[in-house]
Structures are given as structure tokens and as C-alpha cells.
């Protein structure tokens, strides 16, 4: 795709987001795949259905909710280019606005860091609860902040690079296959007994899909954070997700703290392995300085985004 359509459509989305009067009228084209996940899941994902069974049932979910958003997305920008001829790339990059998140992440982690600044921690541990999925009630000031630092890192990859990445190979049917893959990984990908067989090629196809888009993340927040190359690749390795310790050992490094370490789901307390080596008090101050790097780092991808343009 020549035209700047990725460059467009980051700047456009970093300075509207999805409004929210917008998304009171018309809710979120991700809300379309949730729907059919949760139909399908709640139709075929039955506990006394053999797990050969669950996991054929999970593959034709996944290829279902990609061929619509693939079919939706090809339609549209056919359509753009047939009505718009060579100013159809404007239309293009508006259609992919919605499957981007600079804004609402940076929204959403400044939610937690105002009030945390400002000695709030039971309104720090309600805003970061909106964004993990870790038990949040009892995190002091270190784990609220590691926890917003550590989803900021990992969804700049899942909401921001990856999409621009994947708009970029293969235009906008790119873009939307990837968050119909990552929203399915996101509902059913889990290792958990109900979903283990029916969301395993959600999870794996979601993992193939980050390979690139994961490294590039790590890449970018290095260089937007003048280090950390060090500990990305030594520590890369030591989250669960084989894509999603690039980022967050990037931020660990850029920002001189550790991150992840153990962490309680549902009460049951998981000694997952520290990344990074720096300390592990993480502060007010630090998460706003991961939100710096965070900036600047959409700001590299914007440039680069642009370069890929000139290039095609």
C-alpha cells in the first residue's frame, strides 16, 4: 500500500481516538467479533463435547470471525477506491482509525497515573483494574505501577504496532484480520480448562501473527527510551507469551525497573520470573516516564510509517 494510509490514519486516531459519543451510538467494530466469539463459543465450546471436537470447533470460529472482518474490510476499501479513485487512501485511513489505540491507551494509563501522583491509590487501583486482568485490590504503589507499565508496553504492540503493521502488508483486510485474530486470543486464547482445546488456534494463530510486530515494538521502545537492548534480549524470554516479553522487557530496560514478577489471578498468587533488573519499587514518577517513552515511541513508528510510504 503506496499511499501514506498508515501515517494518516496514526495521526488522525492520535488526535480523535474513538469518541466516546461515538462509541455510545454506534459501539466498536470489535463488538461485532465479540459477538460472534461469544456465540460460537456458547454453542460449541461444551464441556462434555470431546476436546478433538472443541478445538475443530475453535478453528472454524477463528476462520469464521477473520472471513468477516476480511470480507467487511476488502468490501469497504473496494468500495473507496471505485467512489474515491486516487483520493481513496483518505477513506481508507478513517476506516482504520477504530483499529487503533495510541489514544485510548494513553488515556486509559494516564487514568491510573494522575491519581497515583497525587497519592490516590484506591482511585490508582480502580483505573489500572480497567486494563489488567491480575487482581488489583491490595497492589500498593510498586504493583499498581508495574502493572500499568507492563500493560502499556504490551498493548502498544497489540493495539498500536501490530495493526499498523499488518494495514501495511495487506492494506485493510490486514488490519482488521489481525484484531479479529487478536480479539479472539483476547475472549477465548486462554489455557484455562474451558478453553484450553476451543481457543487453542486463536492463541496460536495470535502468536504467529505478533512475531514481528513484537520485536518491532521492543526496537521502538528501546530507541524512544535511549536503552534497554540489554535487558529486551536477555529477558525477552522469561514472559509466558512468546511474543509479549519483547515489548515489556524493552520498557523494563528503558526505564531502569523490574517488571512482571509474582502476580494473583482469582486469588491464586502465580510466581511468574521478574523481567528486567532494575528495581522492582516502581513509582508514580516511573509510569509516567514509561508514558514518555510510550510517546515517543508512537512517534518513531509514525516516521516510520511515513518512510514505508515513500519507499512503496
Given amino acids: 500500500m503506496a499511499e501514506p494510509v498508515a501515517l494518516a ?19 466498536h467494530p470489535v463488538g461485532l467479533f465479540a459477538r460472534i466469539l461469544d456465540a460460537c463459543e456458547h454453542r ?5 463435547t470431546a476436546d478433538r471436537l472443541r478445538r475443530l470447533a475453535g478453528v ?16 469497504l476499501e473496494r468500495l473507496a477506491r471505485l467512489w474515491l479513485g486516487d483520493a481513496a487512501w483518505i ?13 485510548s491507551l494513553d ?30 485490590a491490595m497492589l500498593d504503589e510498586a504493583g499498581v505501577s508495574r502493572a500499568a507499565i507492563e500493560s502499556l508496553a504490551e498493548s502498544f504492540c497489540d493495539g498500536i504496532v501490530a495493526p499498523v503493521f499488518w494495514l501495511v502488508v495487506a492494506g485493510l483486510p490486514g488490519l482488521w484480520a489481525y484484531k479479529a485474530i487478536n480479539t479472539a486470543d483476547s475472549l477465548i486464547g486462554h489455557k484455562e480448562p474451558r478453553w484450553r482445546a ?25 530507541l524512544a527510551g535511549a536503552g534497554g537492548f540489554e535487558t529486551m534480549l536477555r529477558d525477552s524470554g522469561r514472559h509466558a507469551s512468546p511474543n509479549a516479553g ?67
Fill in 198 to 222: 476451543f481457543g487453542w488456534a486463536s492463541a496460536r494463530t495470535d502468536d504467529v501473527a505478533n512475531v514481528l510486530p513484537a520485536r518491532l515494538s521492543g526496537l521502538l521502545l528501546c
Fill in 60 to 75: 472454524l470460529t477463528l476462520a469464521l470471525v477473520v472471513a468477516v472482518a476480511v470480507t467487511i474490510a476488502a468490501g
Fill in 246 to 312: 519483547w515489548p515489556e522487557a524493552a520498557m523494563a530496560g528503558a526505564l531502569g525497573v523490574r517488571l512482571a514478577g509474582p502476580i494473583a489471578y482469582d486469588a491464586v498468587v502465580h510466581d511468574k520470573p521478574w523481567i528486567g533488573s532494575g528495581r522492582a519499587q516502581a513509582t508514580a514518577f516511573d509510569l509516567r516516564r514509561g508514558l514518555i517513552v510510550y510517546r515517543r515511541a508512537c512517534l518513531l513508528l509514525w516516521a516510520l510509517a511515513g518512510g514505508a510510504a515513500w519507499a512503496l
Fill in 44 to 48: 460449541f465450546n461444551r464441556p462434555e
Fill in 91 to 103: 477513506a481508507i485511513a478513517l476506516l482504520a482509525i477504530p483499529g487503533l489505540a495510541q489514544r
Fill in 9 to 27: 490514519a496514526l495521526v488522525l486516531e492520535a488526535l480523535v481516538g474513538w469518541p466516546a459519543w461515538l462509541y455510545r451510538r454506534a459501539g
Fill in 107 to 136: 488515556d486509559h494509563v494516564r487514568a491510573v497515573a494522575r491519581p497515583l501522583a497525587a497519592g490516590d491509590l484506591d482511585g490508582a487501583r480502580n483505573a489500572v483494574a480497567m486494563i489488567v486482568g491480575r487482581d488489583t
